[in-house]
C-alpha cells in the first residue's frame, strides 16, 4: 500500500513538472508570435493553436499535481467544524465523489480520443495536426488524477 501511495505522489509530480514544462513552452510561443507578428511583420500559423492546446494539457496534466498539493480550491467551513469520525467521513465521502467525477471524466474523454484517433481527425486549422495528439491529455491526466484519489483515499 505504502509503495502505491508513494509511486502515485511521484508520478505525480513529474506530471506537475511537465505542466510547468508546458506552459513555459507556451510562454515562450507566445514571446516568438508577437515578435514574429509585430517586430517582423509576419503571419503566424501554427503558434496559437500551440498555445491553446498546451494550455490545456498543463491543466488536465497538473491536476493530479494539485490534489497531491491540497492546491484544489475547497469550502472547509462545515470540515472545520468537525473533528474526529465525522470529519474523516466527510473526507472520505468527498474524495469518492471527486473520484467518481474525475473517472467520468476520464471516459468520456477516453471516449472522445479514440474517435479522433480511429477517423483520423484533424485540427480544422492551416497547421491541421491529428487531433488525437491534443486530446491525449484529457484522458491521461483524469486517469492520474483518478489514480492520485485513490492514493489520498488510503493515506
Avoid at 508577437?34 to 491536476?63: D, K, N
Avoid at 473526507?91 to 473517472?103: D, M, P, T, V, W
Avoid at 495536426?129 to 484522458?139: C, D, E, F, G, T
Wanted: net charge positive; proline share 5%.
Amino acid at each position: 500500500m505504502q509503495s502505491f501511495i508513494r509511486a502515485s505522489d511521484t508520478v505525480s509530480r513529474y506530471c506537475g513538472a511537465l505542466s510547468m514544462l508546458l506552459l513555459a513552452a507556451a510562454v515562450l510561443v507566445v514571446s516568438q508570435m508577437v515578435f514574429v507578428r509585430y517586430v517582423l511583420g509576419h503571419s503566424t500559423v501554427w503558434q496559437t493553436e500551440f498555445v491553446i492546446y498546451a494550455t490545456m494539457a498543463a491543466t488536465f496534466i497538473g491536476a493530479p499535481y494539485v490534489l497531491l498539493l491540497r492546491g484544489h480550491v475547497g469550502v472547509d467551513l462545515l470540515p472545520n467544524l468537525l473533528y474526529g469520525v465525522p470529519a474523516r467521513a466527510l473526507k472520505i465521502i468527498a474524495a469518492l465523489i471527486s473520484l467518481g467525477f474525475c473517472g467520468l471524466v476520464a471516459y468520456s474523454a477516453g471516449h472522445f480520443w479514440y474517435e479522433a484517433f480511429s477517423r483520423g481527425w484533424r485540427t480544422e486549422t492551416v497547421w491541421a495536426i491529428p487531433l488525437w495528439i491534443p486530446l491525449l491529455p484529457l484522458p491521461a491526466g483524469m486517469i492520474m488524477t483518478c489514480i492520485q484519489y485513490v492514493a489520498e483515499l488510503m493515506k
